[in-house]
């Protein structure tokens, strides 16, 4: 790895979370993900099974995770204890997790299997898409990706995460992903639900480095409540989207009172 970040984390959960749960939690769908121009960036990609199931769908996933220095197994390993973590936290503070009724917590979990299993098998097969690094420092190209995707890490360890690191780890990832692309980061709050206190002012230094930045709210499929997630792009590239938009509408409004004359 390229600086002192510790493998493993025992302070972290290292999960192993399905395609399926990206696309909940990220606001994606499998058909929007084939359909991207270029690769997509996880990180923290820790056990996840986002890589393998993607290839199906003929998108390329490169994952980043200092975990990965350890070999394959060994992620594994630690994704297993993460596991029963999870769930020993979901039973004991339910009201954090959506109802049991509506997603019993086993077959969650069991979904959580499947992909670490996949982890495995792909990560050993593929090891050229599990890059070990951590945020803020990424080792790739600017504008090497179409979208980016953060989760369960910077907001959800404040911690570890204060509001300088917060923001060194959020502009990185904006330069590595292409000008027309995006960031997308969730949750907005700690392991204890609650939301982080200073994100106006994390939000306007973002804007100071020319990063736009809103929050978009996307509805819970559980039970129907919303998540908010944190999405980033180059600022330039959203002017000069707009001012496209306005001039091909400038120029529709020419063209139709021209043909009226």
């Not at 200073?198 to 919303?226: K, M, W």
Request: one cysteine or more.
């Amino acid at each position: 790895m390229a600086d002192d970040t510790p493998a493993v984390d025992p302070g972290l959960l290292l999960t192993s979370r399905p395609l399926d749960e990206y696309c909940g939690l990220f606001g994606l769908t499998r058909a929007r993900l084939a359909a991207l121009p270029g690769p997509v960036l996880d990180c923290p990609g820790g056990a996840a099974g986002l890589p393998a199931e993607a290839r199906a769908l003929g998108c390329h996933v490169i994952a980043a995770d200092p975990a990965y220095a350890l070999p394959p197994p060994e992620v594994a390993a630690h994704a297993l204890a993460a596991r029963a973590a999870m769930a020993a936290a979901m039973a004991a503070r339910p009201e954090l997790y959506p109802p049991a009724r509506l997603r019993p917590y086993d077959r969650y979990l069991r979904s959580w299997d499947r992909a670490r299993r996949l982890y495995t098998a792909h990560s050993a097969a593929h090891p050229e898409q599990y890059v070990a690094a951590a945020l803020p420092r990424l080792p790739f190209a600017d504008g090497t990706f179409a979208l980016t995707l953060s989760g369960y890490l910077l907001f959800a360890y404040p911690e570890r995460f204060g509001p300088r690191r917060q923001l060194d780890a959020l502009v990185k990832p904006v330069r590595v992903t292409a000008p027309d692309g995006e960031v997308r980061v969730h949750p907005l709050h700690d392991g204890r639900g609650r939301a982080c206190g200073h994100l106006d002012s994390l939000r306007y230094a973002l804007g100071e480095r020319r990063i736009a930045s809103e929050i978009r709210r996307l509805p819970r499929a559980e039970d129907g409540r919303t998540r908010r997630v944190l999405v980033l792009s180059a600022a330039d590239h959203r002017r000069r989207a707009a001012d496209h938009r306005r001039r091909a509408t400038g120029n529709s409004h020419w063209a139709e009172a021209s043909t009226s004359r």
